[in-house]
Every structure is written in structure tokens, then in C-alpha cells.
């Protein structure tokens, strides 16, 4: 069936520095990208997404790019800071259906 | 605009009890509400898709007499635990589609934390 992977947190940066959290996934056919993020104390939110292969989704200075070859979705930001400590989840859905399959969450935290 | 509610935020109860958990869209028609359970560092699993006026789909190996929801109304689902025992301590999620966005888009519940002791 359809996975997605994350790479393991807890992630600790310091303000400015890059960012990257790797997803990968495992789908039949091309099912449409998401990464949702989760600030403390309140629901998840879409960050991005991206519908077919070489698509970048970007957001809030986030991106990412539906690379098909890797089955990858990665999250990048080339400076972050502290108010983007949260969990960043990636999800893929098959277009046509409303089921989302969710990576286990990566917690970020940046220091100042 | 498309905010998701819950309540209760946390609940504890006795093993053998029933909760009710509540997932309200504030300001746009939920035509369709998930329900997802996630427990410590592991990702969110669908538990069930309801769609207003209609009866659950439930996920495989999730039981629809433990987890009864119900979707009354374009603004409120429920999902209640009955009989709850400590293996169903876990946090639930919800989220909902509809008039808000396109029907792609599920917005979040901030979630409830069940401990069943």
C-alpha cells in the first residue's frame, strides 16, 4: 500500500541556517504531494503541495519539488527562523480521492 | 476563514466509559470530516471519512462499533469512544472539506488527547 517516510527528529537548527527534511514516498501511479505543518497547540496546516512530477510547491520561503525519479517531496528553506519550530508532516493523495497518507512528523526547533 | 474546532481539547476517563469528542467547521459547510488517531511519534492514521447526512466509511481494521461517528449536520461531527479501555488513550484529529477551498483541501482540528485509565 501507499507509505510516506520522513526522516527521523527531533531537529535542532540555529536561526538562519538551512533547512532540509527529506520525505520519500511509496504510491502506484501520481498521487498529489502535501506538506502540512503543526504549530504548538494547534491543527495541522498546508504548507505547500504539488499535483505532478517537477512541480515545486512553495510557501512562507518553504519549497519543495515532486522529483517522480526519487519519489521524493523534500523541504527546504534557505534561512529559518525561530517561529518555524513546529512538526512538518508530508502526505501524498491520490487525485480523485480525500484519503491522505501521512509521514510520522519531524519536530523542528530553532534556536536563537 | 476555515478554522476546525474541537473540544474537548483533553478528556480522562474511566476504562468503560464513553466520550464524545466534537469536530466543528466555524466558518465554512463541512461536506465531508475525517477522523484520524495518531500516537507518540508516529504519523496520523484515517480512521474513518464521513459525509454529511450519510454513514461512515471506516478504514480497515477499525472498529465502527468502538468508534461511532456521526455527521448530523454540515458543521458538526462526533466521534465517540465507547466502552473506552487504556489501549484507547491516543490523540485524535479531525479535519474537514467543503465549501472552504477546493474539495483537496482538509483543514485541521487542533485535536483532542484521550487517556483512558
Known amino acids: 500500500g501507499d507509505s510516506v517516510t520522513q526522516m527521523e527528529g527531533p531537529v535542532t537548527l540555529s536561526e538562519e541556517a538551512f533547512l532540509t527534511i527529506n520525505c520519500t514516498y511509496t504510491a502506484t501511479g501520481y498521487p498529489s504531494l502535501f506538506w502540512y505543518v503543526q504549530y504548538p497547540g494547534e491543527g495541522l496546516q498546508l504548507l505547500l503541495k504539488?499535483?505532478?512530477?517537477?512541480d515545486k510547491g512553495s510557501n512562507k520561503g518553504f519549497e519543495a519539488t515532486y522529483r517522480k525519479e526519487t519519489t521524493s517531496f523534500h523541504l527546504e528553506k534557505g534561512s529559518v527562523q525561530v517561529s518555524d519550530s513546529a512538526v512538518y508532516f508530508c502526505?501524498?493523495?491520490?487525485?480523485?480521492?480525500?484519503?491522505?497518507?501521512f509521514g510520522q512528523g519531524t519536530r523542528l526547533t530553532i534556536n536563537p | 476563514g476555515a478554522v476546525v474546532s474541537q473540544h474537548p481539547s483533553w478528556v480522562i476517563c474511566k476504562s468503560g466509559t464513553s466520550v464524545k469528542i466534537e469536530c466543528r467547521s466555524l466558518?465554512?459547510?463541512?461536506?465531508?470530516m475525517f477522523w484520524y488517531r495518531q500516537f507518540p511519534k508516529q504519523s496520523l492514521m484515517l480512521m474513518a471519512t464521513?459525509?454529511?447526512?450519510?454513514?461512515?466509511?471506516?478504514e480497515q481494521g477499525v472498529e465502527k462499533d468502538k468508534f461511532l461517528i456521526n455527521h448530523a449536520s454540515l458543521t458538526l461531527s462526533t466521534l465517540t469512544v465507547t466502552s473506552a479501555h487504556p489501549e484507547d488513550s491516543s490523540f485524535y484529529i479531525c479535519?474537514?472539506?467543503?465549501?472552504?477551498?477546493?474539495?483537496?483541501?482538509?483543514?485541521f482540528g487542533p485535536g483532542t488527547r484521550l487517556l483512558v485509565l
Open positions: 504539488a499535483t505532478k512530477a517537477d
Open positions: 466558518d465554512f459547510q463541512a461536506t465531508t
Open positions: 502526505a501524498l493523495m491520490h487525485q480523485g480521492a480525500q484519503k491522505l497518507v
Open positions: 479535519s474537514a472539506s467543503g465549501s472552504a477551498g477546493n474539495q483537496e483541501t482538509q483543514y
Open positions: 464521513s459525509n454529511e447526512g450519510s454513514k461512515a466509511t471506516y
